[in-house]
């Protein structure tokens, strides 16, 4: 729907275009930049840091939208943060103490998200509500780009929505997200749609332009 926010993930762009790409897609109609950052330790996967985001933040005034997938994250999150990332989102499998590592974020004048793996029950957000601006669902493993969407996950969504009332926290959903499952997610509450994979094939402008309108009037 109209409302929904797309933030596509440059981990299924073309990596020796990137600040191009990003431009593109910015174009083709995306609302945030998704950042994924993997350290081959918490996930299986290296991809950027901080001198890359920086190096493509000039290219475009929307949102980046800063994934760490990466342990230990907290000596981490200035960085991010000087790099010119607006939303910073943790793992709550990657950091001891989630209350610090969120207040953390907001102090270094980020908005602060947390990140759970499709296994991980939404209980872990229960204390820590009033300190968060965004809740991302995970519906893959994270690690990989082009993997499939995983169906369990919906109903965390529908639980998590009923958790944040009325509290203006954005609920959004990252893996495997297509025409197809965007409309089980939205439907279930969430607003905010990553997507890689989805939106990056056709390698050209006109094809992301395509694919974004086909997720957002799924
Ligand atoms: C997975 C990343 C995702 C990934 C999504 O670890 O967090 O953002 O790029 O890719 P698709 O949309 O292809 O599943
Ligand atoms: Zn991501």
């Known amino acids: 729907n109209g409302k929904t926010i797309i933030a596509p993930s440059v981990l299924s762009a073309d990596f020796s275009r990137l600040g191009d790409e990003v431009e593109a897609v910015c174009r083709a109609g995306a609302d945030w930049i998704h950042l994924d ?11 950027f840091g901080p ?5 493509i933040r000039d290219r475009t005034k929307k949102v980046f939208d800063c994934h760490l ?15 010119g990332c607006d ?4 793992h709550v499998e990657a950091t001891t ?14 908005k602060a998200g947390v990140s759970l793996n499709p296994s991980t029950p939404e209980s872990v957000i229960e204390y820590v509500l009033d300190r968060l601006d965004l809740v ?3 519906t893959v493993n994270p690690g990989f780009g082009g993997q499939a969407f995983i169906p369990a996950v919906v109903d965390k969504v529908r639980r998590v929505k009923s958790m944040i009332g009325r509290r203006p926290i954005h609920i959004e959903i990252d893996g495997g997200v297509t025409q197809e499952t965007a409309p ?24 992301y332009a395509e694919n974004i309108a086909a997720i957002r009037t799924a």
């Open 51 to 55: 001198p890359v985001i920086k190096a």
């Open 136 to 138: 991302l669902l995970m």
């Open 97 to 110: 103490h989630l209350d610090r590592s969120l207040q953390a974020i907001r102090d270094v004048g980020c």
């Open 87 to 90: 939303i910073i989102t943790v």
């Open 37 to 47: 950052v993997m350290d081959g330790h918490f996930v299986p996967n290296i991809t």
């Open 69 to 83: 997938m990466i342990a230990p994250v907290a000596p981490y999150i200035g960085a991010f943060a000087c790099a």
């Open 184 to 207: 089980l997610v939205s439907a279930a509450g969430a607003d905010v749609l990553v997507a890689g994979s989805a939106i990056f094939k056709g390698g050209s402008e006109e094809a």
